[in-house]
T-cell receptor
Framework: ETGVTQTPRHLVMGMTNKKSLKCEQH?????MYWYKQSAKKPLELMFV???????ENNSVPSRFSPECPNSSHLFLHLHTLQPEDSALYLC??????????????FGPGTRLLVL | AQSVAQPEDQVNVAEGNPLTVKCTYS??????LFWYVQYPNRGLQFLLK??????LVKGSYGFEAEFNKSQTSFHLKKPSALVSDSALYFC??????????????FGTGTRFLVSP
């Protein structure tokens, strides 16, 4: 798991707080992803970046704001979240975005609890 | 849109018994299928993938999966399960996103518990 790292691993925040999740990949990949994992539900793709350009925003509420300053780093800025946003947030990366056979590599996730 | 189904929420087996985690797919065109495993408090780890070629795909940690086109299945297998194989297993299929890029669509996951 050292290929993709995420911080913090756990986060508790109130609904009025502002916090950020950080992801860093050490694999030299060009594409990065944010997923939301909730209990009993399939993984939900939130955002996709390719070479620092956002290529997908999967109908995610504006209280989630991604940022990709370079191809190695990805942030997810959080503000005025709701309790139903509590979940495991996973970051992933892949070498390229356009090839069907690409494998995505995941970080350990940030467990978020919104009170 | 492409999709996968994992019909079992949880499977329990005794150590040493075979491990089988079921996955069926629904795709138009050629399927690109993946298996990932998630251990407690960890992210998803890639196990194996089917792109083309041999229907039996061998992956990490002794896992393998058999692609069956007639049954539209891609079941994950391991001949002899270990207690350490207890985890959440996800099947995934390649799909096309809204803006034309390649993305993964995941199943709901199957929790596999191996007892000593």
């Amino acid at each position: 798991e050292t290929g993709v790292t995420q911080t913090p691993r756990h986060l508790v925040m109130g609904m009025t707080n502002k916090k950020s999740l950080k992801c860093e990949q050490h694999l030299g990949h060009n594409a990065m992803y944010w997923y939301k994992q909730s209990a009993k539900k399939p993984l939900e793709l939130m955002f996709v970046y390719s070479l620092e350009e956002r290529v997908e925003n999967n109908s995610v509420p504006s209280r989630f704001s991604p940022e990709c300053p370079n191809s190695s780093h990805l942030f997810l800025h959080l503000h005025t979240l709701q309790p139903e946003d509590s979940a495991l947030y996973l970051c992933a990366s892949s070498q390229e975005l356009g090839r069907a056979r690409e494998t995505q590599y995941f970080g350990p996730g940030t467990r978020l609890l919104v009170l | 849109a492409q999709s996968v189904a994992q019909p079992e929420d949880q499977v329990n087996v005794a150590e040493g018994n075979p491990l089988t985690v079921k996955c069926t797919y629904s795709v138009s065109g050629n399927p690109y299928l993946f298996w990932y495993v998630q251990y407690p408090n960890r992210g998803l780890q890639f196990l194996l993938k089917y792109i083309t070629g041999d229907n039996l795909v061998k992956g990490s940690y002794g896992f393998e999966a058999e692609f069956n086109k007639s049954q539209t299945s891609f079941h994950l297998k391991k001949p002899s399960a270990l207690v350490s194989d207890s985890a959440l297993y996800f099947c995934a299929v390649r799909d096309i996103g809204n803006t034309g890029f390649q993305k993964l669509v995941f199943g709901t996951g199957t929790r596999f518990l191996v007892s000593p």
